[in-house]
């Protein structure tokens, strides 16, 4: 029994040993630096001003707060509404009809593109001058590329929404078409004979089946989009800005004071998607327990 | 009325289809076209400058095979950051390979104390952002001169690319059953022998998707690359986004076709094992 206790223990230390020293040491040292830590500039004290600064101070508070709202509605936009595009572009797709094997590779294309390439890709088509622009205008409804609305490097975050949608469409879309696979259609077939019209099919039989795993994608989704930096960096404009790329900014600023103020805004994104999750977990627990 | 019904959702699947696709066809256009000028949807003349300005094909006249030897021996940037993006991905991936096996055997075929505990720790660089680990661990390997090296940037490509490789494999071998191995061992097969011809042929298939994915994830990693590299480390993520911020269209979409081909090879070759059952496909949120 000790040899297979030590070779459980032989074989976990490794990439236990690469997650713990990399990743949650570098989370504890970015904590202690957001304290005021800061041996480089002989700072030993920890206090918590930086957070402080970055949330309530005159000179950034705007900045974080309008940060932070647009952080919330760009993940959940693009969260909810890759999931409706993937959820319709799934059920339609499962028919078979010319082109099948076509459609369900460019539906999944975006998958292993990387997230820079996609944003790279939306300027090409969204921008004022992009594909969609020089559409409108052949076909006469722009006249010059003032006259099209500005989808990137918006205020609203369109832009980042755009290229979540884009990229993220295709994960659900995958985890869908697996689930709806494996589920078959005698469970519509059944609710069709018992007169279930379609929306009665779609509301009552397929949605509850794939919820969990739409759900637990959407967790995913969620958690990237709100820590992630390459999308807004390209996508964003300066005032409202995503929170990762604020953080990231700070912590360039050459001013060694505004690097534990990165830090301390690192900390919070973290620490507002660890809320989430534990909060899904909990949810998800309590939902087993009642059933 | 039903068969209309039919038509209009097939139609639908087209023009989906068709927009999924305008960023590619754009990219296209952009890398191969010569004073794409606005109102134009089709440019008026093709060329190829732009992969002439990056140094990836020589100039006309000089397009033989000696030509573009020449060329890419005088190493342009391209060509170093796509050495040095697939070095770095090639090298994590197998390193993370090597090490995710034992303890994803363990972890898959035996039930012991913390065995929970231990998977939340090795999930959580999947779920919690990036920039939350790198700002701090950047300070720590400039102390410790990791930063700006190639070892510092392999290392921690690591962490994002190892607790998937482990979920993945993890999963791999829930479904193996090891009875086979005791089988060959009574048989006289020595442990290199069970492992080359029992382990390895039954953990491959999944093992080696695991792998492309695993380096895709590293293949993409912008952030990381920049703040460990500091610089120093040039890959194609880093090329395009530079690129792509100071705005030449034609430039940033030669390089973006290259930054992507792996990408899209890898899906070509996968994709009768992609799904989301696989568990193979939860790392691409990551990507």
Not at chain 2, 148 to 174: D, K, R
Not at chain 2, 204 to 229: C, D, E, H, K, N
């Amino acid at each position: 029994m000790g040899g297979e206790r030590l070779k459980i223990i032989l074989s976990l230390t490794p990439p236990l040993l690469i997650i713990i020293t990399l990743f949650f040491g570098g989370i504890f040292y970015g904590f202690l630096q957001s304290l005021g830590y800061q041996p480089a500039i002989g700072k030993y004290e920890l206090n918590f001003s930086a957070y402080y600064n970055v949330m309530f101070s005159e000179r950034y508070a705007k900045l974080f707060w309008s940060g932070l709202a647009l952080n919330l509605w760009v993940s959940f936009a693009s969260t909810f509404l890759a999931a409706v595009f993937a959820l319709f572009g799934a059920l339609a797709i499962r028919k078979t009809f010319i082109g099948k094997t076509l459609c369900n590779f460019i539906y999944s294309l975006n998958l292993p593109m990387p997230h820079l390439v996609v944003a790279v890709g939306m300027i090409f088509v969204f921008s004022q001058s992009g594909l969609l622009a020089r559409l409108a205008a052949q076909i006469g409804m722009i006249s010059s590329p003032g006259d099209f609305p500005v989808l990137v490097k918006d205020k609203y975050g369109f832009g980042i929404i755009l290229a979540y949608i884009w990229k993220e469409a295709a994960f659900f879309f995958i985890i869908l078409m697996s689930v709806l696979q494996s589920l078959g259609e005698n469970f519509e077939e059944l609710a069709q004979s018992l007169g279930a019209n379609r929306w009665q099919r779609f509301r009552y039989v397929i949605l509850p089946l794939v919820m969990p795993n739409l759900f637990s994608a959407s967790i995913i989704v969620f958690a990237f989009s709100f820590g992630a930096y390459e999308v807004p960096a390209l996508l964003g404009v300066i005032y409202p800005q995503m929170l990762p790329v604020m953080a990231f900014e700070f912590f360039l600023n050459p001013d060694l004071n505004a690097r534990s103020e990165g830090m301390a805004l690192s900390i919070i994104i973290a620490l507002i998607v660890m809320i989430l999750v534990v909060f899904y977990f909990w949810l998800t627990q309590a939902k087993i327990r009642k059933d | 009325m039903n068969n209309n019904l039919k038509r209009i959702n097939i139609y639908s699947i087209y023009l989906g289809a068709l927009i999924l696709i305008l960023p590619l066809i754009a990219f296209f256009i952009n890398a191969f076209s010569f004073r794409w000028f606005y109102p134009q949807i089709i440019p008026k003349e093709l060329s190829l400058q732009a992969w002439v300005r990056l140094k990836l094909i020589p100039k006309p006249g000089q397009r033989t095979f000696e030509g573009f030897l020449d060329l890419w021996a005088s190493n342009p940037t391209v060509i170093k950051a796509l050495v040095n993006s697939l070095t770095i991905g090639i090298l994590v991936t197998i390193v993370s390979i090597i090490i995710a096996l034992p303890a994803a055997r363990v972890l898959g075929l035996l039930n012991f104390r913390f065995k929970k505990l231990i998977i939340f720790i090795m999930v959580s660089p999947t779920i919690l952002p990036p920039i939350a680990f790198v700002l701090g661990l950047n300070i720590n390997f400039i102390s410790i001169g990791f930063s700006g090296s190639f070892f510092g940037v392999c290392l921690v490509h690591l962490v994002p690319i190892m607790p998937y490789v482990v979920l993945t494999m993890t999963g791999i071998f829930a479904n193996y059953n090891p009875d086979f191995e005791h089988q060959a061992r009574t048989l006289g097969a020595n442990k290199t022998t069970t492992f080359f011809q029992i382990t390895l042929p039954a953990i491959a298939p999944g093992m080696v998707v695991a792998a492309l994915f695993a380096f895709l994830v590293s293949w993409s990693q912008y952030l990381l690359t920049f703040l460990i590299g500091a610089g120093k480390v040039m890959t194609l993520p880093l090329l395009v986004f530079s690129t792509a911020s100071s705005g030449n269209p034609a430039l940033t979409a030669a390089i973006s076709i290259i930054f992507i081909f792996p990408a899209i090879l890898i899906l070509v070759f996968t994709s009768k094992f992609v799904s989301g059952q696989s568990g193979a496909t939860s790392g691409f949120g990551k990507i």
